[in-house]
């Protein structure tokens, strides 16, 4: 198969990694106020400049036309591994420092949720919670793939990460919405949120069918950082979302801190995850 680069440029892939190293610095425990000012904008520039842009860009309308095109599954049939495979076509040429493959940081995260003895839905959703970056694939820019992601149509909470960069949204300007509920009704529930448009909402509509609720809240909200680890946003919030967020905080640190782990071997684990796959998935299914 072809094999898709994506070059060094802030928008380039490489802001994926500097963004897990720049989230894993900000979520680290024990972290002193210093240390987390280490982060900002002067010291990680590819993701300053990445956050401009996502946040000036995302806005209620690009997200909604988004979810219209990609919720409607017409990019044909996949199965798992044919997407995982597709999604290791993506090669980040810009950072030298990582030669882990798209399925390599699955398989860590997986192989890492496996190994604490958590259930096989959950060792599941990490070998396929970043499926969704075929979006890339499919020639989305980087700043509708990744990075955190936060709610639209509503007032931006100042627990986002760079929320100074918000003051070029459009949708500042749009004073329905900037309330605290913005077009929504107090405690909706997040299922009636519109996020910012990436990976996390199209991999979680992709499997809607087949995995369980638990795993749905871990892929649909797990760049959501403002929330499982800020707990903003509390105005939108049903009981529902409330009783979900130890899930997807059960698994944050095994997406960001399985990275340095040992490289896994594909070859072994092939079958076992061919298993995994059978158990939920029927062969193919609607990307
Ligand atoms: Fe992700
Ligand atoms: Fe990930």
Known sequence: MATVS??????????????????????????????????????????????????????????????????????????IWEAAEFLNTLVDESDPDTDLTQIEHLLQTSEAIRRDGHPRWMILTGFIHDLGKVLCLYGEPQWAVVGDTFPVGCAYSDKVVFPEYFAANPDLQVPEYQTECGI???????????????????ISHVVKDYMPEEALYMLRYHSFYAWHQEGAYEQLLSEHDEAMRPWVRKFNPYDLYSKGLAKPNLAELKSFYEDLIAEFFPDKIDW
Do not use: I
């Open 184 to 202: 929504y009704e107090a405690r909706c529930g997040l299922s009636k949120v519109h996020m910012s448009w990436g990976h996390d909402a199209y």
């Open 6 to 79: 994506v070059s060094a440029s802030p928008d380039g892939l490489a802001v994926e990694d500097g963004w897990s190293a720049f989230v894993a610095g900000r979520y680290h425990e024990g972290k002193s106020e210093e240390e987390f000012r280490n982060y900002d904008a002067a010291v990680v520039p590819s993701v300053a400049e990445f956050y401009k842009t996502n946040h000036e860009l995302q806005t209620l309308e690009f997200v909604l036309g988004k979810e219209k095109e990609y919720f409607a599954l017409t990019k044909g049939k996949k199965s």
